[in-house]
């Protein structure tokens, strides 16, 4: 009796260990899920920055990608997140990078669109291309007018 018990046992946790891998399976799935969602937002989020013609259409992108982002967060279960695989989280970190730097750049491009340098270098390649003059209009747009 002893014996049968014992196998018993051990049949229960096999199907008990195939119930936790089954769940599991499915979490991942939310998990794999989740990244194919995030990445695709993210690389979407990032053209869209880029592309913004003035500072109101960065707003709104930069809005509209939080919110997207929060709304995908929120529709799977608590701690979907924590079961991504190292690559995914390291592929979402990469990409979240390259989303902020595009997003920082282009506010930069649209709030300071002229950098205005007075590095000699600079003038001396003005004088190779014939341009020894700074006109009117270049001048009001310079940091100091």
């Known amino acids: 009796m002893g014996k049968t018990g014992y196998e018993v046992w051990l049949i229960a946790a096999a199907v008990l260990a195939g119930c936790t891998s089954e769940k599991q399976m499915k979490d991942r799935s939310d ?4 990244f194919r969602r995030i990445s695709a937002l993210v690389e979407n989020y990032t053209d869209k ?3 913004a013609g003035d500072s109101a259409a960065w707003v709104q992108a930069c809005v509209e990608f939080e919110d997207s982002l929060d ?17 995914q ?7 979240m990078q390259e989303y902020i730097k595009a997003r920082d750049t282009r506010i930069g491009e649209i709030l300071h669109p002229v950098v205005e340098s ?5 003038s001396l390649a003005l004088e190779d291309v014939g341009l020894t003059e700074v006109s009117p209009a270049d001048a009001s747009r310079s940091p100091g007018n």
């Open 31 to 34: 998990a794999d899920d989740m």
């Open 49 to 51: 920055v880029s592309a």
């Open 71 to 87: 709304r995908i967060s929120f529709s799977y279960p608590p701690d979907t997140d924590m079961l991504l695989t190292e690559g």
């Open 89 to 95: 989280n390291d592929t979402v970190f990469a990409l």
């Open 118 to 122: 007075d590095s000699i270098a600079d």
